[in-house]
């Protein structure tokens, strides 16, 4: 398999549920990240690992936690969550995060979250 | 804070087309700005990327300028096909490698 995979791709959960979202990247890229895709919103950065190290959370609430155990996993665990959660959650990788160098993002296909 | 803004945000037009996509950006501090397609429900595909030294890329029937001072970019796709039909969306990268997006436009061509 290429390229960067996202599992579930379709994920209902109620608000007392514990759930996490799986990324993973067959590129051998550095960097990853966690993004948002709110209906009739930007995507919204969430989380950044380079390295297997956390160095972007961007004003994240606490019931998401993420997990980056390798370079090529990531993971976004879910807890208690409501139901303006709901959204499009996008994984996507790139080499590193060196300004220098010209630096495509790939994305993932997204889970689709619904929080009941 | 960098904003971005897409201009038009819907856009219908008739297969054959070239078309006109406007990007534009408050921060110049940019290192370099994406192009991405989004098909409905879908993940992003990146289409372009221009450096922050470059003024266009090419790529096909698409073309992409980018006039950093001015905090503007452009998307230029010719001659339209209905499977151009997606939502596409311009992302600055500034310092750590953050993309900052805009809400995009929504494409339709009609056969």
């Known amino acids: 398999e290429t390229g960067v995979t996202q599992t579930p791709r379709h994920l209902v959960m109620g608000m007392t549920n514990k759930k996490s979202l799986k990324c993973e990247q067959h590129?051998?890229?550095?960097?990853m990240y966690w993004y948002k895709q709110s209906a009739k919103k930007p995507l919204e950065l969430m989380f950044v690992y380079s390295l297997e190290e956390r160095v972007e959370n961007n004003s994240v609430p606490s019931r998401f936690s993420p997990e980056c155990p390798n370079s090529s996993h990531l993971f976004l665990h879910l807890h208690t969550l409501q139901p303006e959660d709901s959204a499009l959650y996008l994984c996507?990788?790139?080499?590193?995060?060196?300004?220098?160098?010209?630096?495509?993002?790939?994305f993932g296909p997204g889970t689709r979250l619904t929080v009941l | 804070k960098q904003e971005v803004t897409q201009i038009p945000a819907a856009l219908s037009v008739p297969e054959g087309e070239n078309l006109v996509l406007n990007c534009s950006f408050t921060?110049?501090?940019?290192?370099?700005l994406q192009w991405f397609r989004q098909d409905p429900g879908k993940g992003l595909t990146s289409l372009l990327l221009?450096?922050?030294?470059?003024r266009e890329q090419t790529s096909g029937r698409l073309n992409a300028s980018l006039d950093k001072s001015s905090g503007r970019s452009t998307l230029y796709i010719a001659a339209s096909q209905p499977g151009d039909s997606a939502t596409y969306l311009c992302?600055?990268?500034?310092?750590?490698?953050?993309?900052?997006f805009g809400q995009g436009t929504e494409l339709s061509v009609k056969p």
């Open positions: 996507a990788s790139s080499q590193d995060l060196t300004a220098a160098r010209p630096d495509t993002q790939y």
């Open positions: 992302a600055p990268r500034g310092q750590g490698g953050k993309l900052i």
């Open positions: 921060d110049s501090a940019i290192y370099n």
């Open positions: 590129l051998g890229h550095n960097a």
């Open positions: 221009i450096q922050s030294s470059q």
